[in-house]
């Protein structure tokens, strides 16, 4: 990475792997709770789950953004010697777009703290 020129695009392309069918599968409605504390790899699971249409997003949106810097390389400033990171990878989680400075907004905005008890309502009421 280091060896590439500035504003050098990286792409990386899956083909889709078909599911396998399976006897004890769930089939059924898919809900994910999240929070301003939702960082990382479950704020990126998140963003997978609303963007492909999986299931639906319940609380806040989450403190891990769906566009972001990632990668630092660490160097010293010459007078001080203090240790400086630079970004040099610019991430784009599926579906972002480039304004996209945000966490992942969910489909039903609670209060965090509400989300379980508003969900349980949801399949509570979408039985009846």
């Not at 999986?54 to 240790?83: A, R, Y």
């Not at 970004?87 to 945000?102: C, I, P, Q, V």
Request: hydrophobic share 40%; charged share 20%.
């Amino acid at each position: 990475m280091i060896s590439k020129r500035n504003g050098s695009i990286e792409v990386e392309d899956y083909a889709l792997i078909k599911r396998k069918e399976l006897a004890n599968r769930f089939d059924g409605q898919l809900f994910i709770l999240t929070s301003p504390f939702t960082f990382s790899s479950a704020a990126d699971f998140t963003q997978a789950i609303h963007h492909y249409k999986l299931g639906k997003v319940v609380g806040q949106q989450t403190g891990g953004l769906i566009v972001s810097f990632g990668d630092i390389i660490t160097t010293h400033l010459p007078v001080t010697n203090m240790e400086l990171p630079i970004s040099h990878n610019l991430y784009y989680n599926m579906g972002a777009k480039e304004t996209d400075f945000r966490g992942v907004i969910p489909d039903y905005l609670v209060e965090y703290r509400e989300a379980l008890k508003f969900t349980l309502d949801l399949i509570k009421n979408s039985k009846s």
